[in-house]
T-cell receptor, first 114, second 114 residues
């Protein structure tokens, strides 16, 4: 069964600190892996998209890595800000199936405190 | 990018009634999708809304329960019919281009069925 597991479920860090969120998946074969940020009461917004052949992708203070051999990805947030408080969702797109049939993780809820 | 809005943002409905959720995109998109996010769970694809034809439903979702319309490339509706408390969820629509990786999400409609 295609699954995406994220850890930790929740995380509290102080403003200015770095953190790393983890994603393990069983989806195979897959087309791409995405990280989304979802603020409370809003829809998910794309942070990074990596194809199966890419190892890393950055978007400002966000850096995602992908190890297709171990089926693991991570999202590293540098110099966190209060506005980084949100849920971060790892999403894997299977190679086959409809375009919208993405496999979503349950997300990591990040709280950044002053 | 595309900006997606949904109406209503939230509603409380009685068992046995129906609710229609509207999704509006600020630009034409080839693909539109409807998702459900049950409490504590990840997003699940309900169906792909096809312009001018019947929607394509995922396993476990049927047209009688979730009728979908898509009259043009910027608008779609999802109806949750004959509601029960188990239908209490957040319903999100999204849009993107066929074959593309980017997918834009609406803010969601929070539905509570009593």
């Amino acid at each position: 069964k295609n699954q995406v597991e994220q850890s930790p479920q929740s995380l509290i860090i102080l403003e200015g600190k770095n953190c790393t969120l983890q994603c393990n998946y069983t989806v195979s074969p897959f087309s791409n892996l995405r990280w989304y940020k979802q603020d409370t009461g809003r829809g998910p917004v794309s942070l990074t998209i990596m194809t199966f052949s890419e190892n890393t992708k950055s978007n400002g203070r966000y850096t995602a890595t992908l190890d297709a051999d171990t089926k693991q990805s991570s999202l590293h947030i540098t110099a966190s800000q209060l506005s980084d408080s949100a849920s971060y969702i790892c999403v894997v797109s299977p190679l086959r199936g409809s375009q919208g049939n993405l496999i979503f993780g349950k997300g990591t809820k990040l709280s950044v405190k002053p | 990018s595309a900006v997606i809005s949904q109406k209503p943002s939230r509603d409380i409905c009685q068992r046995g009634t129906s609710l229609t959720i509207q999704c509006q995109v600020d630009s034409q998109v080839t693909m539109m999708f409807w998702y459900r996010q049950q409490p504590g769970q990840s997003l699940t694809l309900i169906a792909t809304a096809n312009q001018g034809s019947e929607a394509t439903y995922e396993s476990g979702f049927v047209i009688d329960k979730f009728p979908i319309s898509r009259p043009n490339l910027t608008f779609s509706t999802l109806t949750v019919s004959n509601m029960s408390p188990e239908d209490s969820s957040i319903y999100l629509c999204s849009g993107g281009e066929s074959g593309g990786y980017e997918q834009y999400f609406g803010p969601g409609t929070r539905l509570t069925v009593t």
